[in-house]
Every structure is written in structure tokens, then in C-alpha cells.
């Protein structure tokens, strides 16, 4: 019986898992090469930590071609490695080197805030991209930052908004503001101190936007303003439309109330269809029959928003919303019929206090 043959294993690939290990160790053959002293990062110039950066680029791109000639699958490495190229020179170094360096130490080293902004993001996005931050972890940073009122103080307005959403939730404002109001809850700090708005969107078109209404405000006046807005910045969503430029204005400093906007939740086409049909028909939506006939025929058994959108449709229009004797109902047309048939019955029961907190 013939000997067995013994496969040699393919080599490694550099991959997520093990990047961050690959390139501590050619960092120390960097500082080899460049005989830069262990310290180096808290006083050199720009230029050293771009020749670092250099040779662990040059190391990293020769473990790629090696585990490309043993075709190994690379699309996670090589999407790993070009994110982390992309920071290039002092920040992937900056972001690589701060190892377990505590934000008092960057509040301490950093003499402004851009300074102290970039050497955070450069550690969270490095990280990020080696996988070795979490959503706990993020969140644990921010908290931090939170508790720190140096730092906190940095958070406050339209910059401190957009560079959470850029380092925090890329680019997604919505995201960022739930995120530092929950971490404010949690510490017991006011959010609305930082001076927030929600708004809709990423920050690209944040900023594309406030670009825009910097000189074009005034042609969004009233009705026919509100719908252009909405379809050209909102894909025609009206709601979404309300709460950008709402947002935008009171983040900017703009009178939004001054627009002579009325929410609407519902597209531009649905509103048009609406304005044609109560312009003839009105008048058949008096009293509790027509609103449950309107939330019916016109926001799919959702009473709340068929008062909006009724709401909405008359203010824009000029007709005599109060009139119609609506009172708004937070539920289902089906949620207030058998909400009526119960009380019909057992109203008595919920006589004061008790019977407010059991109802």
C-alpha cells in the first residue's frame, strides 16, 4: 500500500477577521524601516505617518496577490482593504494607533474640534471596516461623548447633527437623531439642548438641499409651493415633503411657518384627486357619518389621517373646516364602531379617576 501524500494547506487569506492583526504586524516593520521610535505617533509630522501608511499598503497589497494566485475567494478582503485605503496616509495611522486611547486623552490632545472630530471618525470608521466595532460599541462611544461636555457641547446644531450621521449611521439623519436620543435619555442629558430636527434624508441631501434654499425659499410659498417642493425634493410624498423642509428651516434658521404649509399625508397626486372631489362633494362629509365615510372612501379606515388630510385639504383651499364637526379619532373606523357599541352599554363604568385609568 502506497505512501499517502500529504496536501500542503492554501495559505491564509488577509480577510475582515484577521486584517487588523496583519496590519499591526506591518506597522512594526514599518517602524523597523523607517527606524521611527514607538512613540512617534503623539509628535511626528504628516509626512511619517503617510510613509507608514505607504509600506503597510504596499505589505497588505502583496498578502492580496499572494491569496489571489491561490484563488481564494477575496470579495470581502478586497472590499475591506480598498475602505481602508481610501482614508489614506495620517488618518488610517491616526484611526490604526489610537488602540485603547480613552476620549479624555483625544479631548485632552485635541486643540479644536475639527481636530478632535476626525481623529474619532478616522478610529470609528477604521475600525468599522476591520469589523471590530458593534452597534453596542458605537453607542457606548457616543455615550461617552455625551458625558463628556467638552465633547458634548460639539454635538450641538446643523454640524453636530450631520457628522453623527456621517460617522455614526452613514449618512442617515433619520437614524442619527433616534440614536442620540436614546443615548441622552440613557445619560440623563436634554436632547433637545443639542438643537435638532429630524429630518428624512441623508446628509448629501441635507446639505444639497440647504444649498438650494439658501436662494430659493420665497418660491415655495403657500399651496402651489408646498407641491413643487414636494415633487421635485420628496418624490412627490407630501408628508415627506412637510418634514424636509420643516426640518430644514428650523435647522437653518428659515420661518417655516411663514410658508403657510398644511401637513398632508399622502402624495401630490392624492391630494389632487382630493381638492376635484370635495370641491363638488364637500358638503356630503358633515358630522360623524361623513367622517367615518371620508376615512372610509379616502384614508383606507385610518381616521386620524382622514382628519388630517381633510384638514389639510381645506386650510390650503379656503374651505370652512370647522364646519364640518369632526372630532378627531386616533384608530380604525372598525376600532371606533366597536369602541361605540361597548359604550353604549357600559359607559357608566368608567366614571372618574377608576374609571379613566381602566378604560
Same mark, same amino acid.
Given at each position: 500500500?502506497? #505512501? ?15 486584517? #487588523? ?16 521610535? @514607538? ?10 505617518? %503617510? ?6 499598503? @504596499? @505589505?497588505?497589497?502583496? $498578502? ?6 491561490a484563488q481564494l475567494d477575496l470579495k470581502e478582503t478586497k472590499q475591506a482593504i480598498a475602505a481602508v485605503s481610501q482614508f489614506g496616509g495620517d488618518r488610517l495611522l491616526?484611526? &490604526?494607533?489610537?488602540?485603547? =486611547? ?14 478632535? *472630530?476626525? =481623529? ?6 477604521? !475600525?468599522?471596516? &476591520? ?7 458605537? #453607542?457606548?462611544?457616543? *455615550? ?7 465633547? =458634548? ?18 449618512? =442617515?439623519? %433619520? ?5 442620540? #436620543? ?18 428624512p434624508g441623508t446628509t448629501e441631501e441635507f446639505k444639497t438641499l440647504v444649498e438650494h434654499l439658501e436662494s430659493n425659499l420665497t418660491q415655495y410659498q403657500g399651496l ?18 412637510? !418634514? @424636509?423642509?420643516? $426640518?430644514?428651516? *428650523? &435647522?437653518?434658521?428659515?420661518?417655516? /411657518? ?14 389632487? /384627486? ?14 360623524? $357619518? ?17 382628519? +388630517? ?13 370647522? $364646519?364640518?364637526?369632526?372630532? +378627531?379619532?386616533?384608530? %380604525?373606523?372598525?376600532?371606533?364602531? %366597536? &369602541? ?20
Amino acid at each position: 500500500m502506497g #505512501s499517502q501524500v500529504t496536501k500542503t494547506p492554501p495559505p491564509t487569506p488577509i480577510s475582515i477577521s484577521n486584517i #487588523s492583526l496583519r496590519i499591526k504586524e506591518y506597522r512594526e516593520i514599518a517602524f523597523e524601516e523607517l527606524g521611527a521610535p @514607538r512613540d512617534f505617533l503623539k509628535s511626528t509630522s504628516p509626512e511619517i505617518f %503617510t510613509e507608514v501608511a505607504a509600506i503597510i499598503a @504596499r @505589505r497588505i497589497t502583496s $498578502a492580496i496577490s499572494e491569496a489571489h494566485a491561490a484563488q481564494l475567494d477575496l470579495k470581502e478582503t478586497k472590499q475591506a482593504i480598498a475602505a481602508v485605503s481610501q482614508f489614506g496616509g495620517d488618518r488610517l495611522l491616526n484611526g &490604526l494607533s489610537l488602540g485603547n =486611547r480613552t476620549l479624555d486623552e483625544l479631548r485632552l490632545s485635541a486643540q479644536d474640534s475639527t481636530q478632535w *472630530q476626525e =481623529r474619532i471618525e478616522g478610529e470609528l470608521r477604521t !475600525r468599522l471596516v &476591520l469589523g471590530e466595532v458593534s452597534k453596542e460599541a458605537l #453607542s457606548t462611544t457616543l *455615550q461617552q461623548i455625551v458625558s463628556c461636555e467638552e465633547l =458634548r457641547n460639539l454635538l450641538i446644531g446643523t454640524d453636530g447633527y450631520t457628522w453623527v450621521a456621517d460617522v455614526f449611521c452613514q449618512g =442617515r439623519m %433619520t437614524k442619527a437623531h433616534i440614536l442620540m #436620543s436614546a443615548v441622552c435619555k440613557l445619560k440623563g442629558h436634554d436632547f433637545t439642548a443639542l438643537g435638532w430636527q429630524a429630518f428624512p434624508g441623508t446628509t448629501e441631501e441635507f446639505k444639497t438641499l440647504v444649498e438650494h434654499l439658501e436662494s430659493n425659499l420665497t418660491q415655495y410659498q403657500g399651496l402651489a409651493g408646498y407641491l413643487k417642493f414636494s415633487t421635485e425634493y420628496a418624490g412627490n410624498d407630501m408628508l415627506n415633503g412637510y !418634514r @424636509r423642509m420643516s $426640518a430644514v428651516c *428650523q &435647522l437653518k434658521g428659515h420661518d417655516f /411657518t411663514a410658508l403657510g404649509w398644511q401637513l398632508f399625508p399622502g402624495t401630490t397626486e392624492k391630494f389632487d /384627486t382630493l381638492v376635484e372631489h370635495l370641491e363638488r362633494n364637500l358638503t356630503q362629509y358633515q358630522g360623524l $357619518a361623513g367622517y367615518l365615510k371620508f376615512s372610509k372612501e379616502y384614508a383606507g379606515n385610518d381616521m386620524q389621517s382622514g382628519f +388630517q388630510r381633510m384638514s389639510a385639504v381645506c386650510k390650503l383651499k379656503g374651505h370652512d373646516f370647522k $364646519a364640518l364637526g369632526w372630532q +378627531q379619532f386616533h384608530g %380604525t373606523t372598525e376600532k371606533f364602531d %366597536t &369602541l361605540v357599541e361597548h359604550l353604549e352599554r357600559n359607559l357608566t363604568q368608567y366614571q372618574g379617576l377608576a374609571g379613566y385609568l381602566k378604560f
